[in-house]
C-alpha cells in the first residue's frame, strides 16, 4: 500500500514536472 502510494506521488511529481516544461516551451515559442 505505502509502495503504490509512493509510486502514484511520484508519477503526480513527473505529471506536474511536464506541465511546468511543457508551459514553458510554449511561452518561449510565443515569444518568437
Known amino acids: 500500500f505505502i509502495a503504490i502510494q509512493e509510486h502514484i506521488l ?11 516544461l511543457c508551459i514553458i516551451v510554449y511561452k518561449k515559442k510565443q515569444l518568437d
Open 10 to 20: 511520484n508519477n503526480t511529481i513527473w505529471s506536474i514536472c511536464l506541465i511546468i
